[in-house]
T-cell receptor, first 115, second 116 residues
Framework: AQKVTQAQTEISVVEKEDVTLDCVYETRDTTYYLFWYKQPPSGELVFLIRRNSFDEQNEISGRYSWNFQKSTSSFNFTITASQVVDSAVYFCALSGGGYGNKLVFGAGTILRVKS | EPEVTQTPSHQVTQMGQEVILRCVPISNHLYFYWYRQILGQKVEFLVSFYNNEISEKSEIFDDQFSVERPDGSNFTLKIRSTKLEDSAMYFC??????????????FGQGTRLTVV
């Protein structure tokens, strides 16, 4: 069975602080995909990133960066110099390697960025 | 940019009534999904649909639920006799098919269902 754990229920930071959101996953699949989604107060799910299990390169996109480590089954997400607009719920998700496999979501981390 | 469209954005219904939630997936996608998010909780998988049939369903997706793709564009979720605990945000999603590198699921903006 697949499982995603986001141990941090809620994080509060002051604007311009860096913040890391943790994600630990479990799967028996040898090929799988990991995702991060953002859910702002308006409620929609906004795709942020996808990583393949065979690509452990870290990725940076502007203020966002992701650290994928298969050895620890983790896929952590860091926001550098956080802004108030980053306040949202962030979900980590996992899917198997098949084309149509469902996403299994973690419980989400509420990020509050205060000015 | 193509997007998944859901209607209505908010539906209020009385307990025991039937509701149909509608979705228009991205046109060249082959895999379709419904997910549910009870307020303040995580996003849960309900059902996946491929080639005009259910490919996988969760324990939540019992006999009260059904899905249909009646006309090649719309993808609907029907709840036959709503219960209070069906109140949630329902998300439709779609993914491309074979021949394309497995990509993210594209989510609609959600339908908030309130059962009173």
């Amino acid at each position: 069975a697949q499982k995603v754990t986001q141990a941090q229920t809620e994080i509060s930071v002051v604007e311009k602080e860096d913040v890391t959101l943790d994600c630990v996953y479990e799967t028996r699949d040898t090929t799988y995909y990991l995702f991060w989604y953002k859910q702002p107060p308006s409620g929609e799910l906004v795709f942020l990133i996808r990583r393949n299990s065979f690509d452990e390169q870290n990725e940076i996109s502007g203020r966002y960066s992701w650290n994928f480590q298969k050895s620890t089954s983790s896929f952590n997400f860091t926001i550098t110099a956080s802004q108030v607009v980053d306040s949202a719920v962030y979900f980590c998700a996992l899917s198997g390697g098949g084309y149509g496999n469902k996403l299994v979501f973690g419980a989400g981390t509420i990020l509050r960025v205060k000015s | 940019e193509p997007e998944v469209t859901q209607t209505p954005s908010h539906q209020v219904t009385q307990m025991g009534q039937e509701v149909i939630l509608r979705c228009v997936p991205i046109s060249n996608h082959l895999y379709f999904y419904w997910y549910r998010q009870i307020l303040g909780q995580k996003v849960e998988f309900l059902v996946s649909f491929y080639n005009n049939e259910i490919s996988e369903k969760s324990e939540i997706f019992d006999d009260q639920f059904s899905v249909e793709r009646p006309d090649g564009s719309n993808f609907t979720l029907k709840i036959r006799s709503t219960k209070l605990e069906d109140s949630a945000m329902y998300f439709c999603a779609s993914r491309p098919g074979q021949g394309i590198t497995n990509t993210e699921a594209f989510f609609g903006q959600g339908t908030r269902l309130t059962v009173v």
